[in-house]
């Protein structure tokens, strides 16, 4: 599913109008875009949560000519789901 047949999706079981729902589903990616990129956990009990990793600095090889490289150290963006969400997926 990309993100226009989301909108569709919702659209259809909210009775809402498509731009409405698209507006709506665009503010809460950014919002919680923002506050994870601001270190903050959201939590969406049921769904999941999105929180912030790190990640090391380390030494890694170019396959093509084995020649060591640093990687530089770097936040990642970590995605948990929630308990209902598990158990739906593995039903």
Not at 26 to 38: H, L, Q
Not at 43 to 55: E, N, V
Request: no cysteine; proline share 1%; net charge positive.
């Amino acid at each position: 599913m990309n993100k226009q047949e989301l909108i569709d999706a919702v659209a259809a079981t909210t009775g809402e109008s498509k731009v409405a729902t698209g507006e709506a589903i665009d503010a809460i990616i950014e919002t919680i875009s923002k506050a994870v990129a601001n270190g903050e956990n959201v939590q969406l009990i049921g769904f999941g949560s999105f929180s912030t990793g790190a990640r090391a600095a380390r030494v890694g090889r170019n396959p093509s000519t084995g020649a060591e490289i640093h990687i530089a150290a770097a936040k990642t963006v970590k995605f948990t789901a929630g308990k209902s969400f598990k158990e739906l997926v593995n039903a």
